[in-house]
């Protein structure tokens, strides 16, 4: 009676076990270490949540950037607008400015030109009145010829000293620098016989009067072409 009652007492619980078994789904074993998959899923997400702070952070430079190009930009073109505005404004005074600058220049070259015409001139004013003012008649100017920084003349005196006295007298005038006797000769006769033996009487001389440094070729063929141009 008693094994009878152990025997359908087992019988009943082995089926009660295979019903449970039935009951709950098979989950293919058991996982020993579960917090690996929580770990990866926490990194994962920690992944993607640092790319998407570095896209936002370089979408903000690129915009920083372009906005501070964009506004730089704007700058420029603002200041060069106003400089085109300044400028604009000051055409027709830098334009008069220029046109006064160059009349000046003309006018200084005109000047300069003027002196150095008018400087062989005053020379052989200062040379007349000193021949105006001559004591005697022992000398007779023949012939003169003025150049620019000297004077070539032709003179007929009654003797050599007399020659000399005159010639030291033109020396002495204001702005020459030198009076030297070229040549001295004796006048021809009549019949064209020369005098030249003759004891005493008229001579005729050539003397020059330099009023400056000798003029280089180069600089009185410049001068000789401006009053060229000029006349």
Same mark, same amino acid.
């Given at each position: ?31 020993l270490l579960p917090y690996r998959q929580r770990n990866a ?41 106003? #400089?085109?505005?300044?400028? %604009?404004? @000051? /055409? !027709? $005074? +830098? &334009?008069?400015?220029?046109? =006064?600058?160059? *009349? ?5 070259? #005109?000047?300069?030109?003027? %002196?150095? @015409? /008018? !400087? $062989? +001139? &005053?020379?052989?004013?200062? =040379?007349?009145? *000193? ?12 012939? @003169? ?8 003349? =032709? ?77």
């Amino acid at each position: 009676m008693t094994g009878g009652l152990s025997v359908s007492s087992g019988v009943a619980a082995s089926s009660e076990r295979s019903d449970l078994r039935a009951a709950v789904p098979w989950l293919g074993g058991f996982n020993l270490l579960p917090y690996r998959q929580r770990n990866a899923r926490v990194a994962r997400r920690r992944c993607m949540r640092d790319w998407a702070v570095a896209a936002c952070v370089g979408a903000a430079g690129v915009l920083l950037v372009a906005g501070w190009q964009t506004v730089a930009a704007a700058r420029l073109d603002a200041q060069r607008a106003a #400089a085109g505005q300044a400028l %604009a404004r @000051l /055409a !027709t $005074p +830098l &334009a008069e400015h220029a046109e =006064l600058s160059r *009349a000046a220049q003309e006018q200084h070259k #005109a000047a300069a030109r003027a %002196a150095d @015409l /008018a !400087t $062989p +001139l &005053a020379h052989l004013r200062d =040379l007349l009145e *000193a021949l105006s003012f001559e004591p005697d008649d022992r000398v007779v100017l023949r012939q @003169l010829r003025q150049r620019d920084d000297e004077t070539e003349l =032709l003179a007929t005196s009654s003797g050599h000293l007399a020659s000399a006295e005159w010639l030291k007298r033109l020396g002495a005038i204001h702005g020459v620098r030198g009076a030297e006797m070229r040549e001295l000769r004796r006048p021809q006769g009549k019949g064209g016989a020369s005098t030249e033996h003759a004891i005493g009487g008229p001579v005729e001389f050539d003397a020059r009067l330099r009023w400056g440094d000798p003029t280089p070729k180069a600089t009185r063929a410049l001068k000789a072409a401006r009053q060229g141009g000029t006349r």
